[in-house]
């Protein structure tokens, strides 16, 4: 199985293929309106904004799993995306991201690239690392997504080549995203 061949409902009811996307890279998120992370909308809209005309997609998928900070309906979560961030990339419809329910892109996603634990010389994957240490502790099992705003990083021809982790401002893949277009 490849990227492409993966399809996601948009906050319209509309079926969109990822095969649509094929020689554009592609950031790939979960979201979440009510997090810590949730100013990274503003963040993203500004790398697609600078970088879609050149090829870049970025598409969010909104999931509750994580304390519940997303707990809208789609259209409320569109209308908080657009009213609050300007959000004009795509967005799915709610998802688990995670566990035995989670949507089979992101199994395919954590699959390709396994969680490398937090950058704990940076003070935000310090605070992730403690926070989750000390509260949810079996999040940091295994290779799934740890928290809201996992990033992930696809090329043209669909390989998953990095994986950032929620602490990651959009800003800092800005590079990496130039190397790949």
């Known amino acids: 199985m ?3 061949d993966f399809k996601f409902r948009d906050t ?5 293929s990822l095969g649509d996307y094929k020689g554009k890279v592609m950031l790939i998120t979960n979201t979440a309106s009510k997090c810590g992370f949730t100013p990274q909308y503003e963040g993203l809209q500004a790398l697609y904004e600078k970088y879609s005309d050149k090829g870049l997609e970025i ?3 909104p999931s509750n799993q994580f304390l519940e900070q997303e707990p809208g309906s789609n259209e409320e979560i569109r209308s908080f995306c657009q009213l609050n961030y300007g959000v004009s990339f795509p ?3 709610k998802v688990d991201v995670r566990d035995e329910n989670a949507d089979p892109l992101f199994k395919y996603l954590t699959s390709e690239k ?8 940076t003070e935000g994957g310090q605070k992730m690392q403690g ?3 000390e509260k949810l502790p079996h999040l940091l099992e295994g290779n799934e997504i740890k928290w809201n705003f996992t990033k992930f990083l696809v090329d043209k021809e669909g390989n998953v080549v990095k994986r950032y982790e929620s602490p990651i ?8 995203i130039e190397k790949f277009l």
């Open 2 to 4: 490849k990227i492409f």
């Open 91 to 93: 967005l799915s419809q």
């Open 114 to 121: 396994s969680f490398d634990g937090f950058d704990v010389s």
């Open 12 to 16: 319209d009811d509309e079926v969109v």
């Open 169 to 176: 401002a959009p800003e800092a893949i800005a590079e990496d």
């Open 59 to 61: 598409i969010g998928f």
């Open 131 to 133: 926070f989750l240490s």
